[in-house]
T-cell receptor
Framework: AQSVAQPEDQVNVAEGNPLTVKCTYS??????LFWYVQYPNRGLQFLLK??????LVKGSYGFEAEFNKSQTSFHLKKPSALVSDSALYFC???????????????FGKGTKLSVIP | DSGVTQTPKHLITATGQRVTLRCSPR?????VYWYQQSLDQGLQFLIQ???????AKGNILERFSAQQFPDLHSELNLSSLELGDSALYFC????????????FGPGTRLTVL
């Protein structure tokens, strides 16, 4: 069975500084990895995904993620944090694919990012 | 806006009652997934439907059931509610590819008193 670990419950970063939110995964076969963000009282918004190809994936709102197969990691990064980036971030891995778009997402427990002005 | 809609936004009910949550997927999407988000369990997959048929089950209680209708909207039925069922319930949709992204609705917050 697949699993995702987000080792930090909370990450604090000063506005303008680079940010990293960590994620490691375990899955059999090729990993399909996702990052979502959840703002207070809102649903999950898709940020980016890794399917195959370049190890650096670019996504929405200036976020990017680095896939590292040897370390089984998929860390989310942004060169310069904004106060508006403060939210809950979830890493997810796709489970086994059973055809016709049928797959499960297994989520990490989430990391609360606080960007301090 | 993801294009996935959920109603109602909030639901407050008592223990032992039954409620129905509704989800309309993005236009053209055939798959609907239901997830539960609670403080102690995090985000957990409940069940998935594809074009009206159940395709996968996760950590869904026997008191819970779902269905997907011919117009592709889905309903999640929760019965004999307990205090521990209080949570955010999300649905997500995809079209037909295993590489498709799941797009989530805004969720229904269920409070059981």
């Amino acid at each position: 069975a697949q699993s995702v670990a987000q080792p930090e419950d909370q990450v604090n970063v000063a506005e303008g500084n680079p940010l990293t939110v960590k994620c490691t995964y375990s899955v059999s076969g090729n990993p399909y990895l996702f990052w979502y963000v959840q703002y207070p009282n809102r649903g999950l918004q898709f940020l980016l995904k890794y399917i195959t190809g370049d190890n650096l994936v670019k996504g929405s709102y200036g976020f990017e993620a680095e896939f590292n197969k040897s370390q089984t990691s998929f860390h989310l990064k942004k060169p310069s944090a904004l106060v508006s980036d403060s939210a809950l971030y979830f890493c997810a891995v796709r489970g086994s694919y059973s055809g016709a778009g049928s797959y499960q997402l297994t989520f990490g427990k989430g990391t609360k990012l606080s960007v301090i002005p | 806006d993801s294009g996935v809609t959920q109603t109602p936004k909030h639901l407050i009910t008592a223990t032992g009652q039954r409620v129905t949550l509704r989800c309309s997927p993005r236009s053209g999407d055939l798959s609907v997934y239901w997830y539960q988000q609670s403080l102690d369990q995090g985000l957990q997959f409940l069940i998935q439907y594809y074009n009206g048929e159940e395709r996968a089950k996760g950590n869904i209680l026997e008191r819970f059931s779902a269905q997907q209708f011919p117009d592709l909207h889905s309903e999640l039925n929760l019965s004999s509610l307990e205090l521990g069922d209080s949570a955010l319930y999300f649905c997500a949709s995809t079209s037909s590819s295993g590489t498709d992204t799941q797009y989530f609705g805004p969720g229904t917050r269920l409070t059981v008193l």
